[in-house]
C-alpha cells in the first residue's frame, strides 16, 4: 500500500513537473505603447500588427500552445516609461516586450542587465551589441527628406520650420537635418526653423509656438510633437499656412491645409517581427533598417486631398523624387 502510495506521488510530482514546463514553454508577448492609442496612429498599428500576429499563430491551435499578448498604454509622460517598463518586467510574465520609440533604448539598456531573462524587440529605434534586445529602425533620413522636399515647394516665403516634442538623437541627428536638407535642395534660399515644445503634449504650447513662427514668415510646419500637434494644425488652419504630416496618413486631420503624409508602415513591420519572434527567428543583439525600397516607408500621393491640395507640377516632381529614392 505504502509502495503504491510512492508511486503515485512520484507520477503526480512528474506531471506536475511537465505541467509546469509545457506551461512554461508557453510564449507569452507584451506590447508597451509609450504613448496613448487613441492620439497616436503610429502606436495604434504597433498595437494592431503584434496582435493580428499573434491571432494567427494562435489560429487552430489548443489552450495549451497558444501565445498570450497583453498591451500597457504607458501614456506621453515619458518620465514613467522607465518605470513602467521595469514594473512589466518585474512581474516575470511575458518573454518579450514589443514597442516603438528613438528613446527606447536608452532607457532599455540598464533595465536589460536588471532582468537578465527579459527580451525586447523595439521598432524606431537603434542599439545593436545587446543580446537581449533586436531593433529595426525606419530609413526615417528618405522621410524627412520627402517631407522637407515638398515643404520647400510649397512655401511661398521659402521659410520653414519644424516644431518638435523634445530633443532625441533621431531628432537631432536625423529628422531635423534632411528636413532641413530637403527643403533647401527644393529650393534654395530656403530657410528652416527648429522649435521645441517640452513635452508631447502640450497643444496650447504647440500652437503658441506655431503662431510665433508664422508671424516669423514661416508658411509651412513639420509637428513631430504628439498631442501638441493639434494646436500647430489649428494655428495653421487659421491663418492660412501649411503642415506636412510625419508618420501616418494625415490628411483628413485638417483637409487643405495639410500637403502631404510620409509614412511608416508600422502594423506590416510589427506583424512580421511579431511573426518571426514566435517563429524563434529573430536575430537577437542585431540592428536592422527598413525603408521606401523595402516597402516600410510611403509618401502617400494616391490620397484625395493630396491631388486636391498640392499643384499638378509639385506632385509630379514628388513622384520623381520618390522614384530616384527607392531605386537607390
Known sequence: ????ALCLMAAAILFSGCANKKTESKKSIAVFVP??????PIYAKLAEGA?????????????????????????TNQAEWGPKITSLCATGKYDVIISSNPSLPGLVEPISAQFPKQKFILLD?????????????????????????????????????????QDYPAMNNVLYPNFEKGAKDAVQGTTCDYRVVGNWYDASKGMEISESLIKAG??????????????VIASAVNNGTYITWFDSNGFSKAPGT????????????????????????????KAEKAGLKDGYIEFIQDDPFYIETVPAEVRAKMADLVKKLQSK
Open 35 to 40: 504613448g496613448i492609442m487613441a492620439d497616436s
Open 51 to 75: 496582435q493580428k500576429a499573434v491571432e494567427d499563430f494562435n489560429s487552430g491551435k489548443d489552450d495549451s500552445a497558444k501565445a498570450d499578448f497583453f498591451i500597457m498604454e504607458a501614456g
Open 1 to 4: 500500500m505504502k509502495k503504491t
Open 218 to 231: 514661416v508658411d509651412v510646419i513639420l509637428p513631430i510633437c504628439g498631442g501638441a500637434s493639434q494646436g
Open 258 to 285: 495639410i500637403i502631404s503624409s510620409a509614412m511608416v508602415l508600422q502594423d506590416k513591420m510589427t506583424y512580421g517581427v511579431t511573426k518571426k519572434y514566435l517563429e524563434d527567428k529573430i536575430d537577437w543583439g
Open 125 to 165: 529605434a537603434e542599439m545593436a551589441g545587446n543580446e537581449k534586445v533586436f531593433t529595426v529602425g525606419y530609413e526615417q533620413t528618405e522621410e524627412a527628406y520627402l517631407t522637407g522636399y515638398i515643404a520647400g515647394l510649397m512655401s511661398k516665403n521659402h521659410k520653414v520650420a519644424l516644431v518638435a516634442a
